[in-house]
């Protein structure tokens, strides 16, 4: 589990993405990397994860954005084998 210390939420996996900006949990870093528009030092920012098509996934300790396709085999519960 971890825990980060700003805003106090967890997370479980080594994989999750934890946004610094607007504190959301994505399932990726190329998840995490949909919820940033603009360029990095003029106009980056964060938007709402849902408006840029990722999808909320309801884990034990919170919500984890995916991004819908490729980033699915790792949603709990479907796995490699049932696909
Ligand atoms: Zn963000
Ligand atoms: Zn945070």
């Known amino acids: 589990m971890i ?3 700003e805003c106090g939420k967890t997370w479980t ?5 934890h946004c610094p900006a607007c504190h959301e949990t994505f399932n990726s870093d190329s998840a995490a990397e949909r919820h940033r ?3 990095p ?3 980056r920012r964060c938007v709402d994860p849902a408006s840029v098509g990722l999808i909320p996934i309801e884990q034990p300790w919170g919500t984890c954005w995916q991004a819908p396709g490729t980033d699915l085999r790792f949603t709990a519960g479907v796995t490699d084998e049932a696909a």
């Open 41 to 43: 030092g003029i106009d």
């Open 37 to 39: 528009v603009g360029k």
């Open 3 to 5: 825990t980060h210390g």
């Open 13 to 17: 996996g080594l994989r999750r993405a």
